[in-house]
């Protein structure tokens, strides 16, 4: 009864945005749960490929229609255009259903692993759809293994009050990071990339700084409260974000950000390839396979293409000088460390531009702006009293995100944790200084 209760709660929250596309998750929860059953049944290899060949098909054909369509078409006009040769291929008005990106790499990872035989499937329907539809992460992940939340669906939950205290915290520290870190980065943001050419080089700089904070503060704030949510009603996600912006190098910072995404890519497609093995070519291209595929997973746009791209060249030398693992297992920051992490921050944050440039032509300006070094004024965050305002909350609480992180780190935690005298603080300052007005929609609800 519990399960069928998450079901329907979860179609329902689905389907009030657009009941419409819930066809989708029906198809590919229907599909998943028969492969893996299939599977179980034979041992005939070929049969095996087979049926993981019709749940890969199906996955990515819905994914690859409804995301990529409109992309490969434009991309094939451009191409022709190049070479003086005119097209005249339609594109289609699709809308990108919510999550899709999401609850299609939970279920195929489902049906892999039960492929690879680290897995027994499930056989009972409803708890695959709650595993598959469950509300909290639906939308924008964590992008969940079944080897982690599907046997929690398999026991009845009883509720914890201690638990939940922890995952109410959590949805407080969440809303935190959205609505004040977020939001009020977004204010200066949105103008900066908007207008591009009307703005110095160095608030061009900080347009870019802001970003990196407005995208954290967005995308792990909401996996803090879908976690936070989870724990409510007994069940315990995984780790999203783990403190990225104290990485002390690009390898680093993607074993602390978008962790779900980052270990499927890594189990399911760069391992498969051969990894770190093999001869430096392969590693090479491996690399670039991954960060690519990363990229492309993002969005229908050569720009985050290019967003992987760059990562993959950041990543490269650490892999070839066989220093990606330098700082596994070591968490406790020191003061030496502050450039390293003060350069990865840099790094990263200037490969966020062409994540949040809508074309790579106002990327490349937008970047060699920055680099002419003609204007360093700020006018843009003291102009006026509101920009003084913004400025002010936007500095005050990046300040208390990192520091409250810090600590955090220093304990060696996963997460930042709240006392009850602390989430007082953060909700008062979620009241005084959040954006209410005109919120933001969540980063990553395009993906």
């Not at 451009?78 to 008005?93: F, I, K, S």
């Amino acid at each position: 009864m519990q399960n069928l209760l998450i079901v329907l709660a979860s179609y329902v929250f689905y389907g009030w945005w657009d009941w419409r596309f819930l066809a989708l998750i029906l198809f590919s929860t229907l599909v998943d749960f028969f492969v893996a059953q299939e599977l179980q049944k034979t041992a005939i290899k070929r049969h095996q490929k087979g049926l993981l060949a019709i749940s890969l098909l199906c996955n990515l054909g819905l994914l690859g229609f409804f995301k990529y369509y409109n992309f490969f078409i434009s991309s094939w006009i451009d191409a022709w255009d190049l070479v003086g040769v005119r097209m005249d291929l339609q594109t289609l008005q699709i809308i990108l259903p919510v999550g899709i990106s999401f609850y299609t790499f939970q279920t195929l990872s489902y049906t892999i692993d039960v492929y690879r035989q680290k897995l027994e499937p499930t056989h009972d329907f409803i708890q695959f759809s709650a595993f598959v539809s469950f509300f909290p992460q639906l939308v924008a992940g964590p992008i969940e293994r079944a080897s982690n939340l599907l046997p929690q669906f398999k026991k009845p939950r009883i509720f914890n009050s201690d638990f939940a205290v922890s995952g109410f915290y959590l949805i407080i520290w969440g809303l935190f990071k959205k609505v004040v870190v977020a939001d009020n980065c977004a204010f200066f943001v949105n103008q900066i990339f908007d207008g591009t050419h009307s703005y110095s080089s160095l608030e061009l700089f900080f347009g870019a700084v802001l970003f990196g904070f407005q995208i954290y503060g967005d995308f792990s704030g909401y996996s803090d409260i879908a976690i936070g949510v989870a724990r409510l009603f007994g069940f315990r996600l995984m780790v999203n974000f783990s403190f990225p912006y104290f990485s002390r190098d690009i390898s680093e910072f993607w074993r602390r950000w978008h962790i779900s995404l980052s270990t499927w890519f890594r189990d399911y497609v760069y391992i498969p390839l051969g990894g770190s093995h093999g001869s430096r070519w392969l590693q090479i291209r491996n690399v670039f396979i991954v960060f690519l595929v990363s990229g492309f997973w993002h969005g229908a746009n050569w720009t985050f293409i290019v967003w992987g791209g760059i990562h993959a060249l950041l990543f490269l030398p650490l892999l070839l000088a066989k220093v990606n693992r330098a700082y596994v297992g070591e968490t406790v920051i020191s003061l030496v460390q502050v450039p390293r992490i003060l350069l990865t921050f840099i790094l990263v944050s200037f490969a966020w531009i062409y994540f949040r440039a809508d074309t790579l032509a106002i990327a490349h300006t937008f970047i060699l702006k920055i680099f002419s070094f003609k204007d360093v004024t700020l006018t843009l965050f003291y102009a006026t009293s509101k920009s003084q305002l913004f400025s002010f909350i936007i500095c005050m609480s990046i300040f208390i995100m990192l520091f409250f992180e810090f600590l955090a780190i220093q304990k060696n935690r996963k997460e930042v944790q709240l006392t009850t005298y602390s989430a007082i603080f953060i909700s008062l300052l979620i009241m005084l200084m959040g954006v209410f007005k005109n919120p933001s929609d969540f980063i990553y609800f395009q993906f």
